[in-house]
């Protein structure tokens, strides 16, 4: 067979061959935005000598501070194709995080969004690698900034030629992408993508027991464009010609229902707390969202309520997946079998909200803590275990961290999960009591020790407790010291946080107990915590 790197750049250019009419619909700050393939091709290739004229160079990192809009997927192809790397900052990090991204990727160039021109601001002498900061708006002219080293991106594109000749050749195992996962302590993990683990990842999605994704889908990815390539939709939908609308900054329920609406989506992916959102919305003014196939759910698990409150009363069927950042990131899809349909309805609604099978492509097994497969009995647990051509091997510059999460050429998941004897995985815990509420981890780790700093605090343990709207939130253990007792209240913990973590990290509820459960080895046993708190004593 003829040698053949499997490059983004091929994805590219199929996208302005064979589907040059095909539109991107693009809300954004002035209304909605809407263009062809071939348009989105030439501003592609203008991009790429914007690249140029700034000086960025093969293998430098350029960062994206971004919403999901037109501009940020000119970026996703541009810059790869270049033989830069994308990296996608998250903007939810705090301030020290996306200092510490920035520096460890060394970025050299920021393409921001104009709202998001404060992120950058509040932290800009602490960056030290950026040459180049590009404010991407309607307008060519800048907005007041502080930010040195200022571009317009409009006024850039507008002044570049249309064409451009992208390398061919690239190594497909050069890096493509990056962006990095939340650690459960320590700084966050960068986790990069070749030219071969995106194309590949994208044949996959594009399966028909995956999500089988198709010219002929109409899709809104709400999952962000900085978490995970919003799922590697964005590069699937360009090269395989689908129309895409994308959301813009901040999209509201209404805002995402209506666009669901009025440019007949059929394929929409979110996490769980959005399609809550939806259902509600629905409930209230019955949308017509006839023309939707699938909502693809992931990110957190989705409740069999939800699943089955969309197969009735929405009309359209929830599709749960399961990934990572790590594994690029669908690894998992929960579809019941052809010979399973006639199983009684609450049986296939079980199955369809357990994280679902392998996709083809992937190998996986779940370990005991000895170092054992275990049986596919549904019962007997273990932690999921993942190799594949879009898995990643290691994380960026990190060699002490990726070596237990990589052992043995396997990615080490640490979900704790089940399989049964058709393969259906299901997670039944998370190592290190990770919280994920609305799609986001919460460190109950981090947490914890954030509030044992307080002064009157002796111990504190944090589990996660169910929430109809956020799946999971944080509900916090204390035993107070003893001279403190009776003295604080829940509000005090609450105040004292605020300032010390994340909003949305905030828990729910505060319960003074008299001690914390332990384990025969001494550790805080969570399991026992769940428990009571499970049992209606909350």
């Not at 966050?188 to 990842?201: D, I, Q």
């Not at 759910?297 to 599709?319: H, R």
């Not at 044992?452 to 996660?464: D, G, L, N």
Request: glycine share 6%; hydrophobic share 40%.
């Amino acid at each position: 067979m003829m040698e053949y790197p499997l490059l983004l750049r091929s994805m590219l250019d199929r996208a302005y061959k064979l589907f040059p009419k095909k539109e991107v619909v693009s809300r954004d700050y002035s209304g909605i935005y809407r263009y062809t393939y071939a348009d989105y091709y030439r501003r592609v290739c203008r991009l790429a000598n914007v690249l140029k004229e700034l000086g960025v160079q093969r293998g430098d990192r350029v960062a994206s501070l971004a919403w999901n809009n037109h501009r940020h997927l000119e970026l996703y192809f541009a810059v790869p194709c270049y033989g830069a790397v994308l990296h996608t900052l998250n903007l939810r990090l705090f301030s020290d995080q996306l200092v510490y991204v920035i520096n460890h990727a060394e970025d050299s160039v920021i393409f921001v969004d104009e709202d998001l021109i404060p992120l950058l601001e509040e932290i800009k002498g602490k960056i030290n690698t950026v040459k180049h900061f590009v404010v991407m708006s309607n307008e060519e002219e800048l907005p007041d900034t502080s930010l040195g080293r200022v571009h317009s991106y409009e006024k850039l594109l507008a002044g570049a030629a249309d064409s451009f000749d992208f390398p061919d050749d690239l190594d497909e195992y050069s890096p493509a992408a990056m962006c990095y996962t939340t650690a459960t302590t320590g700084d966050p993990k960068g986790v990069v993508y070749t030219h071969r683990g995106l194309y590949l990842h994208s044949m996959c999605v594009g399966l028909a027991d995956t999500l089988g994704l198709s010219e002929r889908d109409i899709v809104l990815p709400v999952v962000p464009m900085f978490h995970a390539n919003a799922w590697g939709i964005p590069f699937a939908c360009v090269w395989f010609g689908s129309k895409l609308v994308l959301p813009g900054a901040r999209p509201d329920i209404k805002v995402l229902c209506d666009l669901i609406v009025n440019e007949k989506v059929t394929l929409a992916a979110g996490v769980p707390t959005i399609w809550m959102g939806v259902l509600a919305a629905h409930r209230q003014q019955n949308y017509d969202f006839s023309s939707v196939r699938a909502f693809i759910c992931g990110g957190s698990a989705a409740p069999k309520s939800l699943i089955e409150a969309f197969d009735k009363e929405v009309g359209a069927p929830i599709l749960h997946a399961y990934g990572m950042t790590e594994t690029t990131p669908v690894a998992l899809v929960s579809r019941p079998k052809s010979y399973m349909e006639d199983r009684p309805e609450d049986e296939l609604y079980r199955v369809r909200a357990k994280q679902g099978l392998l996709v083809a492509g992937l190998e996986m097994k779940v370990v005991d803590d000895q170092g054992r497969e275990v049986a596919w009995d549904g019962k007997q647990m273990g932690e999921l275990w993942l190799k594949g051509p879009w898995i990643a091997k290691e994380y960026y510059k990190d060699p002490e961290r990726s070596k237990p999460a990589f052992a043995e050429g396997w990615l080490h998941t640490s979900d704790i999960v089940t399989v049964d004897e058709e393969g259906f995985v299901n997670i039944s815990d998370r190592a290190k009591d990770l919280i994920k509420s609305g799609g986001e981890w919460i460190s109950s780790l981090d947490l914890e020790n954030t509030i044992m700093s307080h002064p009157a605090v002796q111990e504190a343990a944090v589990i996660a407790i169910p929430h109809e709207k956020w799946v999971e939130r944080p509900l916090a253990c204390v035993v107070l010291r003893e001279e403190h007792k009776g003295k604080v209240a829940e509000e005090d913990i609450i105040e004292f946080l605020k300032d010390k973590v994340a909003k949305w990290w905030l828990p729910d509820r505060v319960v003074f107990i008299d001690e914390i459960p332990k384990t025969s080895v001494g550790k805080f046993n969570k399991k026992a915590l769940r428990q009571q708190f499970a049992a209606g004593t909350l």
